[in-house]
């Protein structure tokens, strides 16, 4: 690779069209981390840290994220010959723990130049096969079932072919029920916990068995495989692992321990795509589905989802819903859309990402930036 010899970061403020609800906390208006990395030879490529404003999905935030890279992440990049972006992995693994939100926005960025320097689209650089993904949508906590189906009812209209729902204790059974009863047997459901159960809490989970659900996501803590293997072992719903699968040491664990059995992989949270498609990998050979998950990104962070699930064993639709879901304006030409048939095309007919920063835009919405040389 032609060495990296500049990273820009930003803070834009991008409001979501209306707020996000998780057992943890609410996501409104998003104060977003994007990265402009610049090589010798002046090719550019953006890419976007995942870390929400607060720390209620994981310890990371805007603010650390912003501290780790100018800090200490930057510098191992800034100026390195590496021989490939398949290296900036270990490069940023040695030595700092953690972070991982922080790093995979430098590491993502560089496989995007690296796409770019190659002339091929960044699905094509991971090994991607496929030319369009399937697409689910995730529905945040509502106040009531009502309000719930019928956000799921217009969800299935438009052509997700998965409804994810939020749960919490006291927002579980009433909710799933009542969406099941709504969609019918046929629709792909699962609920979503963000850790907010636990172990002793199992026979309130072991209720969600009767509606048929295609899995559950993380109904204990985040830091949690032992008590999800025995909650797993009570239930026949499969286990899905988000927030625990921070690496691919933890989903050798998961496999080990029988936490679960599919794996949503977020690149964010595992540090990028070398350990995103490590952990597929991994995955693919032990007959274990995995699908893409999302963090309410702008469409930047979007090209990455898409080209990584265009990788052969994201079987299972992603949270790759399409720019309009989220924002009134994405920050991206084109924006991300999807069909009836709630399929997003996967660019790759193209060199680098896919899509074009509208940059007078993110100037517009820039707060704060520092250029790092
Ligand atoms: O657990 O997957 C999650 C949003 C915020 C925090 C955590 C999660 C989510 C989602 C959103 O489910 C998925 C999306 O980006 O559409
Ligand atoms: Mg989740």
């Known amino acids: 690779m032609i060495p990296v010899t500049e990273i820009a970061l930003r803070e834009i403020r991008l409001a979501l069209r209306e707020p996000f609800r998780i057992s943890s906390g609410v996501i409104s208006d998003r104060r977003i981390l994007l990265v402009e990395l610049r090589d ?54 040695r030595e700092i723990r953690g972070h991982h939100m922080a790093k995979a926005a430098l590491e993502m960025g560089c496989w995007g130049l690296a796409a770019l320097r190659a002339g091929k689209s960044l699905a094509e650089l991971l090994g991607g096969t496929r030319d369009r993904v399937v697409t689910g949508i995730s529905l945040g906590i509502q106040a009531g079932p009502e309000a719930l ?50 172990l002793s809490q199992a026979d309130q989970l072991a209720k969600l068995d009767a509606f048929n659900l295609i899995m559950i996501e993380q109904p204990l803590g985040e830091d949690d495989l032992v008590r999800h293997a025995a909650l797993q072992r009570r239930l026949q719903t499969p286990i899905c692992l988000d927030e625990s699968i921070t690496s691919l040491d933890r989903a050798e664990d998961m496999l080990t321990l029988g936490s679960g ?36 990104e702008s469409g930047i962070g979007r090209a990455y989802n898409v080209a990584l699930a265009s ?23 084109p924006e991300w859309t999807m069909d009836a048939e709630g399929m997003v095309r996967v660019p790759r007919d193209c060199q680098g990402i896919g899509v074009t920063v509208d940059v007078d835009r993110v100037d517009d919405l820039t707060v704060r930036r520092q250029v790092l040389t």
């Open 311 to 333: 990788l052969p064993n994201f079987k299972l639709p992603g949270d790759l819903s399409p720019s309009a879901r989220y924002w009134e304006r994405d920050i991206v030409t």
């Open 261 to 296: 059995r599919i794996i949503n992989i977020k690149p964010g949270r595992v540090g990028g795509f070398s350990a995103s498609k490590a952990i597929h990998d991994l995955c693919e050979r032990a007959n274990i589905p995995v699908w893409c998950g999302g963090m309410l």
């Open 149 to 198: 189906v019928s956000r799921a009812v217009e969800a299935r209209h438009v052509g997700y072919r998965k409804i994810k729902i939020k749960i919490m204790p006291g927002k579980d059974v009433d909710y799933v029920n009542a969406v099941r009863q709504a969609l019918g047997p046929e629709i792909s459901i699962m609920a979503d916990a963000n850790s907010a159960y636990e």
């Open 40 to 93: 010798a030879d002046g090719a550019t490529a953006w890419s976007e840290c995942v870390a929400f404003q607060e720390p209620i999905y994981s310890a990371e935030t805007i603010d650390t994220a912003w501290l780790a890279i100018t800090s200490w992440l930057a510098p191992r990049v800034l100026g390195v010959d590496f021989a490939s972006p398949a290296d900036v992995h270990g490069a940023l693994a």
